[in-house]
Structure formats: C-alpha cells, structure tokens
C-alpha cells in the first residue's frame, strides 16, 4: 500500500559527506512521521532521525550537528544529509514512514512502513 525506496547510499572517505533519498509512493491518505534507522552487523537497529509533517525534528546523539533531516511534503520524500562521517556511522540505512493508506476511498489507519535499506559505507 505504501512503498519506500531510498538512493543515495556508497562508499565515503571519514569527513566526507553522503545524502540519502527516500521517496514514498502508493495509495497515500496522510504522512506522519518520517525518518532514518540503522543497522551496522551484529547491533540492533536504532534510529537516526526523524521529522513530522510539520517538520519536528529528532536525532540520536551520535549524529546531533551532524546529519541534518529534511522533508518535502508534496513529493512524499524525505532527506537525510550526513556531514562529517565516521567509520562508525557504517550501516544499512533504512528509510521508515508513518502513513496512512487509502483505498477504494477508504482510509486504512496509519501503519508503519520500512524501505528495502541502502548501505552505507565509511573508510578510515
């Protein structure tokens, strides 16, 4: 009902920078929150940051001054700038939603929604 699908993941030097993608598409009532998880091998997953429809934003405190989220509303898309990486911030990145479908006209209560994971490597 709602498909995520991130771009922008690669191979990066530590300092440099990185901006992942992820735009969000189907049967579409209402977007609430969207935002960034990560997986590195062997750790759970853990949020990055996120950003409401009205545009609040959250960070985890490693990447506080670092990444910055952003969102455009009318493209269903959402930003994720990351300055400054380290060889810690390696990962599957994964692009999360909470959406509200709508379908035959009827809206189907918000749910949340993942996108398949960009990788997201740091060299030393």
């Known amino acids: 009902q709602v498909q995520l699908v991130e771009s922008g993941g690669g191979l990066v030097q530590a300092g440099g920078s990185l901006t992942l993608s992820c735009a969000a598409s189907?049967?579409?009532?209402?977007?609430?929150?969207m935002g960034w998880y990560r997986q590195a091998p062997g750790t759970q997953r853990e949020l990055v940051a996120t950003?409401?429809?009205?545009?609040?934003?959250n960070y985890a405190d490693s990447v506080k001054g670092r990444f910055t989220i952003s969102r455009d509303n009318a493209k269903n898309t959402v930003y994720l700038q990351m300055s400054m990486l380290k060889p810690e911030d390696t990962a599957i990145y994964y692009c999360?939603?909470?959406?509200?479908?709508?379908?035959?006209?009827?809206?189907?209560?918000?749910?949340?929604?993942w996108g398949q994971g960009t990788q997201v490597t740091v060299s030393s």
């Open positions: 950003i409401t429809s009205s545009g609040s934003t």
């Open positions: 189907g049967s579409i009532f209402s977007i609430n929150v």
């Open positions: 999360y939603c909470n959406a509200e479908p709508i379908l035959y006209a009827v809206r189907r209560g918000p749910a949340n929604y």
